[in-house]
């Protein structure tokens, strides 16, 4: 009887699988998650709305206050995307090498533009020719990333410094065009300036830069640090407005316990 036992034990124990124990952040997926459904809305609206493509639904002389709330709250879903894309990848890090880092954000990124202008593009227009070709979101989120695999390297504090200056200064750069149908004038546009092109019998359209989406990710990335061990979970409450946030990360490149 004890054998039987015992040898049914072990016959059990070949289909009991070991739990997966798996260590997200409820906020963060939480946050991803209300962004995604924000955006299905704004997509919703481009597609079902009859005066879609007709005007901009927050012209205020035309728009309704649903159709205006529609569009206005997308705002905040590129810029969460990018920010928790760079959070993710600081995530990421934790189980990797700055090497292996490096390889997957860079073979990511490059992935991801590949697919904005391919299978993104055709999505738009079903057209097989690719006479529209355009540089939207994905390929502002792929470019990022390949960025992002070289600023790794650097210092934390050197990281953190970049993401500001890109994010508070690149207006300031509103005031350089590089003008005409030029190779030139496409470069500037894909780093700062929004652009329609013709090259090669089709029209190349800029509609994301990526100087300060570059900056956004790399922000994203540094935020990271916040969710260390070794930073109590008290602390990052203190996160409720701007300012804390600025002082929290000043006092963060003054501490080298939380940096390295």
Not at 65 to 91: K, Q, Y
Not at 119 to 142: H, R, T
Not at 184 to 198: C, I, M, Y
Request: aromatic residues 16%.
């Amino acid at each position: 009887m004890i054998a039987n036992t015992q040898n049914l034990k072990k016959e059990n124990s070949k289909f009991v699988q070991p739990l997966l124990v798996t260590h997200r952040i409820t906020s963060i997926d939480l946050l991803r998650g209300v962004v995604m459904i924000i955006m299905a809305l704004d997509h919703t609206r481009d597609y079902f709305h009859a005066d879609a493509f007709m005007f901009d639904p927050t012209d205020l002389s035309k728009t309704n206050v649903l159709l205006f709330l529609t569009r206005w709250i997308t705002h905040f879903c590129a810029p969460v995307f990018m920010f928790l894309s760079g959070t993710s990848a600081f995530f990421v890090g934790r189980r990797k090498s700055k090497n292996e880092l490096a390889k997957f954000l860079l073979t990511r990124g490059l992935w991801l533009i590949l697919l904005e202008l391919t299978i993104v593009n055709f999505g738009w227009y079903f057209d097989w020719s690719f006479f529209n070709i355009e540089f939207n979101v994905i390929w502002a989120l792929g470019a990022s990333m390949v960025v992002l695999a070289g600023l790794i390297y650097l210092p934390f504090v050197g990281i953190l410094i970049i993401s500001v200056i890109l994010i508070s200064a690149h207006n300031l750069l509103d005031g350089v065009h590089v003008t005409g149908n030029t190779i030139q004038a496409f470069g500037w546009s894909l780093l700062h300036q929004t652009g329609e092109f013709k090259f090669f019998g089709r029209i190349f359209f800029v509609g994301y830069p990526i100087l300060s989406w570059v900056g956004v990710m790399a922000l994203g990335y540094c935020f990271g640090k916040l969710y260390n061990p070794s930073i109590e979970a008290i602390r990052r409450k203190d996160f409720n407005n701007i300012r804390q946030c600025f002082n929290y990360f000043i006092h963060l490149t003054k501490n080298h316990k939380y940096l390295w």
